[in-house]
C-alpha cells in the first residue's frame, strides 16, 4: 500500500482540491430528515459523502462525536462509504499516551489512514503509530483554538517556542517512516508562513477557516509540502451549510465544498 501522503498527493492531482472535509455530526444539529433514521449519524454523513467527495483530497471525521455504540458503528459505516469513493479517512483523535495503551490506540489505524496525535507525551507515545509505516500520523503544532498560545508559544532554554521545537522534532527524529505532517491552524497566520518555511518537507492539516474565520490565503498557500500534500479543512462551514440555505442540507454542503475548494485553488 501507498504512504498516507503519497496517496493524498495523488489525490489531490486528480481532483484539484487540497480540501479535507470534516465530518462532524453534531446531534444537535442533524436536519429533521435524518433524525428518524436507524443511525442518525450515519444517514448525515453518507449524504454529505456523496454530495462533497468531488471535492474532497480526504475526509475528517472528530472521534468526540462518535464514542458511543451507535456513534462507532455509524463511524464504520462512514470510513467505508468515503473508502468506496475512493478518498482517505484521516481520524481527528489526537491520541497518544504511555505504553500499552497507546499501543491498544493505535490499532485504529487498522480502520482508518491516518490520525492526528499529540506529541507532548514525546517519541515513546508516538512510536505505536509512527511504526505504522503507511499511516499518516498528524501531529499538533500550532492549533487554532484561541488557547492553543498558552503552551504553544512558551519559550524553551534553547529560545525556541514550543510549536517550533515539536516542528524541528517532527521534522528530524521522529521523522524516520516519513510519515508525519503537522497541525498548524489558519487562525494565526504569521506562525503558519513562518512554520511552513521552518518544515518545508512536513504536509500540513490547516484547520481553522470557515467557522473560525481563519485565513484562507495562507492556509491554501501553506498546507502543501514539497511532496504535493497538504489539507486545508472545513467542517461546519460545509456540513452545516444547509442551516443558512433554501436547498436540501447534502445540496448546500456540496456547493460549500465547490465554494471554498475554488477559492482556495485561487492562492495555490
Known amino acids: 500500500m501507498t504512504a498516507f501522503f503519497d496517496r493524498v498527493a495523488d489525490r489531490i492531482d486528480a481532483i484539484d482540491s487540497i480540501l479535507s472535509v470534516g465530518l462532524d455530526p453534531d446531534e444537535d444539529r442533524l436536519p429533521e430528515e435524518v433524525r428518524d433514521a436507524d ?34 458503528r455509524s463511524l464504520e ?16 483523535a489526537k491520541r497518544a499516551d504511555i505504553g500499552n495503551t497507546s499501543r491498544q490506540y493505535a490499532q485504529i ?33 500550532r492549533t487554532s483554538n484561541p488557547g492553543g498560545a498558552d503552551v504553544q508559544e512558551l519559550e524553551l532554554e534553547s529560545g525556541k517556542l514550543v510549536y517550533e521545537a515539536v516542528a524541528d522534532m517532527a521534522s528530524n527524529q521522529w521523522n524516520e517512516n516519513g510519515n508525519i505532517g503537522l497541525v498548524v491552524g489558519a487562525t494565526t497566520p ?31 498557500t501553506c ?5 504535493g500534500a497538504g ?26 465544498a465547490a465554494e471554498l475548494k475554488a477559492r482556495l485553488n485561487q492562492y495555490r
Open 109 to 141: 489505524l487498522d480502520k482508518v489512514d491516518a490520525i492526528t496525535l499529540n506529541p507532548y507525551l514525546g517519541q515513546d507515545a508516538l512510536a505505536p503509530f509512527l511504526d505504522r509505516e503507511d499511516a499518516g500520523c498528524v501531529l499538533l503544532c
Open 77 to 92: 459505516k462512514t470510513v467505508e462509504h468515503a473508502h468506496g469513493k475512493s478518498v482517505p479517512v484521516l481520524l481527528d
Open 190 to 220: 504569521d506562525e503558519l508562513y513562518a512554520i511552513r518555511e521552518r518544515v518545508p518537507d512536513l504536509p500540513f492539516l490547516v484547520p481553522g477557516v470557515g467557522a473560525q474565520g481563519g485565513d484562507e490565503k495562507a492556509a491554501a
Open 39 to 72: 443511525l442518525p449519524r450515519w444517514a448525515f454523513n453518507r449524504r454529505i459523502i456523496d454530495a462533497t467527495h468531488e471535492h474532497a483530497a480526504v475526509f475528517k471525521p472528530n472521534a468526540a462525536f462518535y464514542e458511543d455504540p451507535d456513534g462507532w
Open 231 to 256: 489539507l486545508v479543512n472545513s467542517t461546519r462551514g460545509i456540513i452545516f451549510a444547509g442551516e443558512e440555505s433554501e436547498l436540501a442540507f447534502d445540496d448546500a454542503a456540496g456547493e460549500a
Open 223 to 227: 498546507a502543501t509540502a514539497s511532496n
